[in-house]
């Protein structure tokens, strides 16, 4: 059996997910409803934020891991602004995470990655969300 290619991440190349140019004010106008949705709940949140159906590359998704688990869990994640507001996304805002020095990754499990189906990217991305989770919620057990 062949190995399994996943069309949602293989198969897109990173360079034209940062092709997009976005309105300031649209933007402004988006934060201000995702905070105020934010207030209602994690569920009304996670509603709102699938009927706006933003594209890879918009500002406001950089965000949103971050406001979901602040939502749910009133975790405060260490993120810089210029990663979050930033126009670029691209595997540097990301930490580099080699296979031999995972001190402190213990959540990102390298027997696991291959099953989520994520690429090189994604894994990168994977391991430094759970990462600060690990900082901020040590009590945590994966």
Request: net charge neutral.
């Amino acid at each position: 059996m062949s190995s399994m290619l996943s069309p949602f991440t293989d198969l897109v190349e990173s360079s034209s997910l940062e092709k997009g140019v976005y309105d300031g004010n649209e933007i402004a106008v988006l934060q201000s409803l995702l905070d105020k949705n934010s207030k209602s709940g994690y569920a009304k949140l996670k509603i709102f934020i699938r009927n706006l159906n933003l594209p890879p590359a918009h500002p406001i998704r950089k965000s949103l891991w971050l406001q979901l688990l602040s939502t749910k869990y009133s975790i405060k994640l260490q993120v810089s602004d210029s990663n979050i507001n930033g126009n670029n996304i691209s595997a540097t805002s990301f930490m580099d995470i080699d296979g031999l020095s995972l001190a402190g990754y213990e959540f990102s499990d390298q027997m696991l990655l291959p099953t989520f189906l994520l690429n090189t990217h994604g894994q990168k991305c994977l391991r430094t969300i759970l990462h600060n989770i690990f900082i901020e919620r040590p009590q945590l057990v994966y």
